[in-house]
């Protein structure tokens, strides 16, 4: 019983439906325009920004997530966002069906770079996963300690309760594993999982891709600036 109350928790977490919800409005705007006019750079960039916002609401709703220090939080932040706004927002992309349009790869296109723009193709064909096994998956990363291969000039900084994050990790790898048990038996388990995997080696690849993409850099820094704030003041 506990184990389901914490699988329903972390689902209220990050409602994906108020970005899928974002994301049908867009498409039905796109789409009852003419042709020529669909999927153009500026409307397509400000939606990806609409949908990264939404990324916060696995953070600030997280009652684990707050029980950790401010400093813990800070790094976590810092080292994840990239990777949950990526995931969560190709998510999104993948439920509206905007993979479909060529259209939105062009306008992309405009504002990124050709490696960036396949990056997004292998991610685009590595999504097809139930709207929890996504959640349970977001939650789980907001916690990971891994060191991605993407390289900075940012000082390496220890967090300061390693064992508590770790033992959340676990918690929630747990519940992910026993949902898809659950769902899919044991066999239907182990390949979703094998397939997260894949699908996390992809986003990484894309993160790698688009850290010449200044625009979105700096969207995560705000977004990492402004999260950090509501958090400070709800403390």
């Avoid at 705007?29 to 920004?49: A, D, G, Y």
């Avoid at 220090?69 to 969560?88: A, N, P, Q, V, W």
């Avoid at 097809?128 to 096994?133: M, S």
């Avoid at 010449?212 to 704030?229: H, P, S």
Wanted: aromatic share 12%; hydrophobic share 40%; proline share 2%.
């Amino acid at each position: 019983m506990d184990q389901w109350n914490l699988l329903s928790n972390l689902s209220h977490c990050y409602d994906e439906y108020s970005g899928l919800s974002i994301g049908e409005h867009f498409m039905r705007q796109q789409i009852s325009l003419p042709i020529k006019m669909r999927f153009k750079s500026t409307p397509v960039i400000e939606f990806i920004k609409i949908l990264l916002n939404e990324t916060q609401r696995l953070y600030k709703n997280n009652r684990d997530f707050l029980s950790l220090s401010t400093d813990d939080r800070s790094i976590l932040l810092h080292t994840t966002i990239k990777h949950i706004g990526s995931l969560s927002s190709n998510f999104i992309y993948h439920k509206i069906q905007l993979f479909s349009y060529p259209s939105y790869y062009d306008a992309v296109g405009i504002v990124a770079t050709p490696p960036a723009i396949a990056a997004t193709k292998r991610i685009a064909d590595r999504l097809d996963f139930d709207i929890i096994v996504m959640k349970l998956l977001l939650s789980i990363l907001c916690f990971s300690t891994n060191q991605y291969t993407v390289y900075s000039n940012s000082r390496s900084v220890n967090l300061s309760n390693i064992k508590q994050i770790l033992h959340i990790q676990s918690r929630y790898t747990e519940l992910l594993w026993q949902y898809l048990v659950y769902k899919y038996n044991f066999q239907g388990a182990v390949k979703c999982f094998s397939n997260l995997i894949r699908c996390l080696f992809a986003v990484n690849d894309t993160i790698v891709k688009t850290e010449e993409v200044q625009w979105l850099t700096d969207k995560f820094d705000l977004l990492v600036q402004k999260t950090e704030q509501t958090l400070t003041i709800n403390d």
